[in-house]
C-alpha cells in the first residue's frame, strides 16, 4: 500500500520521515530535522507536538488555541530550506532559514522564518524567530 508523501518536502513516505517524531517514538537528532517536522505538525495540526518542541521557558506561554486555529485555517502547500548553519548531531544550536507556503482565505501565503534551534539534554527546540539580516 503506498504511503501518502510527508507533508515536510523530504520525497519519503510520512510513516518513515516525520510521523515517528509526532507520535514519541523518535526525536530529531538535527535541527533541520527538527523544523521539518514542526512544518508538518502544522500540516497534520499536531498542537501538543508544537508546543512539546518550544524550547521549556515559553511553553507556558504557548498559545494553543491560537496555533490551532492558524493551523486549521491554513492549508499548508509546501516547505523549502532556504539554509542551515549548525544544527547537527554534535552542535548545541543552530538556525534554520526557511519558507512555508500556504492557502489562507483562497490566497497563498508565504512565511519566511529564520528559526533558532537549541539542544538541551539530548533533544532539540526550536527557540525563536531570528532577524533576517
Not at 516525520?18 to 527538527?34: I, K, N, W
Not at 507556558?60 to 488555541?65: A, C, G, N, R, T
Request: charged residues 25%; hydrophobic residues 35%; contains cysteine.
Amino acid at each position: 500500500m503506498q504511503q501518502d508523501p510527508c507533508p515536510c518536502g523530504s520525497d519519503k513516505p510520512f510513516g518513515a520521515c516525520c510521523e515517528r517524531y509526532l507520535v514519541g517514538t523518535a526525536l530529531p537528532d538535527t535541527a533541520q530535522a527538527l523544523m521539518r517536522s514542526r512544518y508538518t505538525a502544522y500540516a497534520k495540526q499536531n498542537i501538543a507536538y508544537l508546543k512539546d518542541t518550544l524550547w521549556p521557558k515559553y511553553q507556558p506561554e504557548f498559545d494553543s488555541f491560537a496555533v490551532s486555529k492558524w493551523a486549521s485555517e491554513s492549508h499548508w502547500v509546501g516547505l523549502e530550506i532556504l539554509s542551515v548553519e549548525k544544527g547537527t548531531a554534535k552542535d548545541r544550536d543552530g538556525t534554520v532559514l526557511f519558507e512555508a507556503r500556504y492557502l489562507s482565505a483562497g490566497a497563498l501565503a508565504l512565511h519566511r522564518e529564520l528559526s533558532l534551534f537549541r539542544k538541551k539534554s539530548g533533544r532539540w527546540y526550536y527557540v525563536e524567530a531570528l532577524p533576517q539580516g
